[in-house]
């Protein structure tokens, strides 16, 4: 297994925002988690990538238990994850949104970047040529010299993909990466997400738009901080659990 | 994104904006007249009033260095007090040479500011301002409770004089010592490091997100900052031969942040200029000295209102206004025709 979460608790005071959850993901796979608000989605995202401290559990990743690890070693492992809110560098561009992310792979030394080496300054070209091709992947090239905080909401959404695809993400946690766009901007997204899992990321994806479902492998239902579902996506649609979880008890046929 | 926009940050066609000589001549006068002035004015008493420009040019460039992390420190004449006591405690009872005791004064600073910027990475804004604002005010107790190893109330005297008093030679050390400062802090701020900072400003949780160790790279802004600021105390200690802990209390930090935010805490030439301008300003008026206070807190107020980048934006401000009118004419002269 690639990511494996067991037991995993979270308390916020006298609220369970977690409770007891499992799940696993294989490699190369694209599972979605989806639910309500506030069912604890986002919650489980930050508690994958050491945002937030969890309560009980354990989290392991490509063997390595990774369930007490700051965010940055948590990035460094090889996830790279997106935002819901705010998910870029405001005022910077857009490629300097993209190579300022390039902090792990090439990695240039302090004093390498302050003398201004020929190392650094190879990996910065290389940077500034790979940020290139990541832009031109989520289709932004055109913009790259705009301020992210300047863009329309769906682009600035493409940007946080496009930033996390910096870190060179083994497993890529996507945050609502649909929400609020426009059907058109929703087509484009669905691809590229499609063309980064063949390119061999495996992703988790964390939606309230049910549309997501005809990307994934598989499903996991969240509600509550409980999982109440898990299958192939053509099975959680006619689950009952699932349909009261979004609609309320009276449309349970 | 819209047309406006992009109208304004590339002032097309206008006369002005074509003049690209302009600016550097602009400063290649400057850097004459600063480099020539002892020869040109024998007046010790201005060349005493441009050696302490200089010193706090390094100590507010130095407090923007960490800013741009997106902290702010209310401590930074502390630290520059940190810097100026070692250097004068290790000149007068361990007669420690100057050029052994500034360099050595500013890596200890450096370490201090790093060792206390350790906890203070995990504070944030307001908090981050009051815990080093206490830290600030209690670098001070020290030093008053230092009794005669520190001076105490009365201050330290008796620190070894640099370069034999002389104000000509010192004029030009402190001069060759700021630009030396600038260029290293200049390096720092538009190589890779300055902008993993600047990132870290505007999203700490999406820079960590990317794999930046944010707690570390603060606390790296916090020792180079610190790092400049022990080397202009230090110097300002053999300058003064004289310390009060009066000269780095917290009205010294809140002038050090006057001259980033009047200058403009957005670019590299901000505090340069906001420092030259409220150093110089009350020395040559100096009937104005009594209210500069005052003056600083209007001009603060003017700035904010006027010129929300500070003094830096100004010049550009004067060339938009200039090109508006130009546009303006030339607008009536063709609807007269």
Redesign the interface.
């Known amino acids: 297994m690639f990511l494996e979460i067991k037991g995993l608790t979270k308390r916020f005071g006298g609220l369970t925002a977690v409770n007891q959850f499992d799940m696993h993901v294989n490699k190369g796979e694209i599972v979605g988690l989806i639910g309500p608000n506030g069912a604890g989605k986002t919650t489980l995202f930050n508690l994958i990538?050491g945002?937030i401290k969890l309560t009980k559990g354990q989290i392991i990743f490509d063997d390595k238990d990774i369930t007490r690890k700051?965010?940055?070693q948590v990035?460094?492992m090889g996830i790279?994850?997106t935002?819901q809110l705010?998910?870029?560098?405001?005022?910077?561009t857009v490629m300097?949104n993209v190579s300022?992310?390039?902090?792990?792979h090439p990695r240039?030394s302090?004093l390498g970047?302050?003398f201004?080496t020929r190392t650094?300054r190879k990996n910065?070209d290389y940077i500034l040529q790979q940020s290139l091709e990541i832009l031109k992947l989520v289709g932004l090239d055109k913009v790259k010299d705009?301020l992210a905080k300047?863009?329309p909401h769906g682009y600035q959404k493409m940007l946080g993909i496009a930033?996390?695809l910096?870190?060179k993400p083994k497993l890529l946690l996507l945050d609502e990466p649909i929400a609020g766009m426009n059907p058109d901007e929703i087509e484009f997204t669905m691809t590229g997400i499609g063309k980064t899992n063949k390119q061999g990321a495996t992703i988790v994806v964390v939606e309230h738009n049910m549309r997501i479902m005809d990307l994934c492998d598989r499903v996991v239902v969240i509600n509550f901080g409980q999982k109440i579902a898990e299958g192939l996506p053509k099975e959680v649609r006619g689950n009952k659990e699932v349909t009261r979880a979004y609609f309320g008890d009276e449309h349970v046929a | 994104m819209s047309d406006n926009q992009l109208s304004t940050s590339k002032p097309s066609n206008s006369a002005i904006g074509s003049r690209k000589w302009l600016k550097p001549s602009v400063l290649a006068v400057l850097v004459a007249f600063i480099a020539l002035l002892p020869a040109m004015h024998h007046s010790n008493y201005i060349m005493h009033i441009f050696i302490l420009t200089f010193i706090y040019i390094i100590a507010a460039v130095s407090l923007r260095t960490i800013t741009i992390s997106g902290q702010f420190p209310l401590a930074h004449a502390a630290f520059m007090g940190i810097g100026a006591y070692l250097a004068g405690m290790a000149s007068k009872w361990l007669g420690w040479s100057p050029w052994v005791t500034i360099p050595s004064a500013a890596i200890v600073t450096a370490g201090i500011g790093m060792l206390i910027g350790y906890p203070f990475a995990r504070l944030r804004a307001l908090y981050y301002a009051m815990g080093s604002l206490f830290f600030g005010i209690g670098v001070i107790y020290i030093v008053y409770a230092g009794g005669i190893w520190s001076g105490g109330y009365a201050g330290l005297t008796g620190i070894g004089p640099m370069l034999g008093f002389s104000r000509i030679a010192n004029y030009y050390f402190f001069l060759g010592l700021t630009v030396v400062s600038l260029l290293a802090l200049y390096r720092f701020e538009f190589s890779r490091i300055g902008t993993t900072l600047k990132a870290i400003a505007q999203s700490h949780l999406v820079a960590s997100s990317v794999g930046i160790n944010e707690a570390w790279y603060r606390i790296l802004a916090v020792g180079v900052g610190c790092f400049f600021a022990g080397l202009a105390g230090a110097g300002y200690a053999h300058y003064n031969t004289v310390l009060s802990p009066a000269s780095f209390n917290f009205m010294a930090t809140l002038w050090l942040v006057m001259y980033v935010l009047i200058g403009g805490i957005d670019s590299f030439a901000g505090p340069i200029i906001g420092t030259s301008i409220l150093v110089l300003l009350p020395e040559f008026a100096r009937d104005l000295k009594t209210y500069s206070p005052f003056l600083s807190a209007v001009l603060l107020l003017v700035v904010v209102y006027l010129m929300p980048q500070g003094l830096v934006g100004l010049p550009r401000i004067i060339r938009s206004w200039y090109s508006e009118r130009r546009k303006g004419k030339k607008i009536a002269h063709v609807s007269g025709n």
Not at chain 1, 86 to 92: H, I, K, R, T, V
Not at chain 1, 100 to 104: D, P, Q, T, V
């Open positions: 990538t945002v700051k965010p940055h990035a460094q790279g994850r935002f705010n998910p870029l560098f405001a005022d910077f300097q300022a992310s390039f902090h792990l240039s302090l970047i302050y201004n650094y910065e705009e300047n863009l930033r996390a910096a870190v």
